[in-house]
């Protein structure tokens, strides 16, 4: 009699074998990872390890398979199938015509994610912006319904891209399928959707936490999580109801063109939700396996990669996903970058230098502004360059005490002259602009300088108003959109315009890099070369944040995006 027994899932393998069969738990050592309990009677892992099982534990491979089980002879064939046709897809390209039907023809990077989608029940497309993800997503959910009229899928992304992607390309790309959109002013109004009989579901990332319990019951075929760089940290709701609810379907997929912003380690929640066996059990065991902590301070962490686990990592995440970038497979019309440094006047560098030293400026009228922390430091430093500083505790006492306190204070408008002049230089003027800036205050001095020429998109700003600030910024109806990188930077295309003015930056890659590719994309699409102006103060904390920690981080981040390529594609 086996010693041990192996049952089949479709999420994972688990063998069972008595506490003392040494000869079991030596062998699958050589297995990793493995989820195993305390007293190592259970083993689980990844469904796909089914060859490396059955060779381990019973001597099976492809000569003697037909002698198994029919059930586990299917599991086998469907794992080797999977790896034999990824191969050649990877190596080869897509194998059938692009055409979907008289309104979509697909371009081949977004056929072989089809094609991959045909062998890979849960898979990472790490698409480029503007490498269409989600007619790619709405074709692979066509194909399953085609033979499965029934099936019901989710569509999970931030609120924004609910109305200017999916809707929107559902509507152009495949009007016969019924699409319901779930977000609503009210609870009654969004369960009243989610009642709908209908084949795919649209919700707001921000409020699928809250909505779970009824996603639960509703019985999902497959789902996409657009944007999936959501679920990078593994400490947030959404990334742990994401993980526990990507076990309870057949099919998922994500979808994001800046997976890990940061850093690796924030591809960890985003592949357990591929192959929940597949990875550490614990985000504990992860960091230690492949990360070291340069931090000198227990209570934060600054992780690096650790050289010899480098290889591994990138291995690993490359089994569960494919990155396309857009200049391997779109004609983009070229894009330049332009640093316009100015000298902040005298006394404005007086306070950012006695904020950088002294951690506190003084404005008079026994009014003095305070950094706590680093974090607020560096954030004062940056308010201070765009000629202005919040008053943080006035803030606080505003809300709490019903007091009427000053909460901004405008130190020098000198960055609101420097952006009407930068409008005024050639090739700028009279043309349409989008224009990025971070705090409320940017927006209102802006707005009370460009009046009805403009529109703003910031924090805010509710859905409606967002809606038709593109609305007229795309039509030609202003001329100038001020848009918060955090409020507008997914999913928008803004290629009427070819030219960006970065009016101030915050810490986020991410952010920049989505907020920089709204104007860009296909020559078909962009027949401009795109221009972005980057302003910054000389010798303050603006040339540092660009140089250092944009450019720095997006150089990091490509590491592993460039590695997860297909040379079909390249």
């Not at 002013?185 to 707001?204: D, G, H, L, P, S």
């Not at 405008?410 to 090739?427: H, M, S, T, V």
């Not at 038709?468 to 039509?475: L, S, V």
């Amino acid at each position: 009699m086996l010693a041990n027994k192996i049952l089949f899932t479709n999420n994972y393998i688990e063998v069972r074998c008595d506490r003392n069969d040494i000869d079991t738990q030596t062998k699958l050592t050589s297995i990793y990872p493995v989820h195993v309990n305390r007293i190592r009677t259970s083993y689980r892992m990844s469904i796909h390890n089914i060859p490396e099982i059955l060779k381990l534990l019973r001597n099976i491979d492809e000569n003697n398979i037909s002698t198994a089980p029919l059930a586990i002879q299917n599991y086998f064939y469907k794992e080797m199938r999977l790896r034999d046709n990824v191969s050649d897809l990877l190596v080869n390209g897509p194998r059938r015509s692009c055409v979907v039907s008289d309104r979509l023809t697909l371009r081949p990077h977004q056929q072989l994610g089809r094609e991959l989608a045909e062998y890979y029940d849960k898979f990472a497309f790490f698409y480029d912006t503007r490498t269409g993800k989600t007619p790619l997503a709405l074709t692979i959910i066509k194909d399953d319904l085609v033979d499965n009229p029934s099936h019901k899928w989710l569509v999970v992304c931030p609120l924004i891209l609910i109305y200017n992607a999916w809707l929107e390309d559902a509507n152009k790309f495949f009007p016969e399928i019924k699409i319901v959109n779930c977000h609503a002013q009210t609870k009654a109004k969004r369960i009243k959707a989610m009642q709908q009989q209908a084949n795919i579901y649209v919700t707001n990332t921000e409020s699928f936490t809250s909505y779970k319990e009824y996603f639960d019951k509703m019985g999902f075929h497959g789902v996409f999580v657009d944007e999936s760089s959501d679920l990078k940290s593994p400490r947030s709701k959404v990334s742990k109801a994401m993980v526990e609810f990507a076990q309870t379907v057949n099919r998922f997929y994500l979808l994001s063109g800046t997976p890990a912003p940061n850093g690796e380690w924030e591809y960890y929640m985003q592949m357990r939700c591929i192959d929940y066996y597949g990875w550490q059990s614990s985000y504990s065991q992860f960091k230690e396996k492949y990360f070291i902590n340069l931090s000198y301070e227990p209570q934060y962490e600054k992780l690096a990669l650790r050289p010899d686990m480098k290889d591994e990592l990138y291995s690993r995440i490359k089994k569960y996903s494919l990155y396309v970038d857009k200049e391997d497979v779109l004609n983009t019309p070229g894009r330049t970058f332009h640093e316009v440094e100015y000298d902040m006047p005298e006394d404005l560098m007086k306070h950012y230098h006695k904020m950088k030293n002294d951690l506190f400026i003084e404005l008079g009228n026994d009014i003095r502004i305070t950094a706590p922390s680093s974090a607020a430091k560096l954030n004062k430093l940056n308010q201070i360059t765009s000629g202005f500083v919040l008053d943080t505790q006035a803030a606080k006492e505003n809300k709490f005490y019903d007091t009427e306190l000053a909460e901004w204070h405008l130190l020098d408008n000198w960055r609101f002259k420097a952006l009407e002049d930068l409008l005024q230089q050639d090739g700028i003027r009279g043309e349409q602009v989008l224009i990025w800036a971070n705090y409320r205050k940017e927006f209102e001095i802006i707005q009370s300088i460009f009046g009805s020429r403009c529109a703003c998109i910031y924090g805010g700003t509710n859905l409606a108003e967002k809606n038709e600030a593109i609305r007229k910024f795309k039509a030609g109806e202003i001329q100038y959109l001020i848009a918060n990188p955090a409020s507008a930077d997914k999913g928008l295309t803004l290629t009427n315009t070819h030219i960006a003015i970065y009016f101030s930056l915050n810490w986020s890659y991410e952010l920049f890099k989505q907020s920089y590719d709204r104007i860009y994309a296909d020559k078909s699409i962009q027949p401009n070369h795109c221009h972005y102006y980057i302003m910054m103060a000389r010798h303050t904390i603006d040339c540092i944040l660009y140089r250092d920690v944009l450019q720095g981080k997006g150089n990091a981040s490509y590491s592993v995006l460039n590695h997860l390529k297909s040379e079909a594609l390249v």
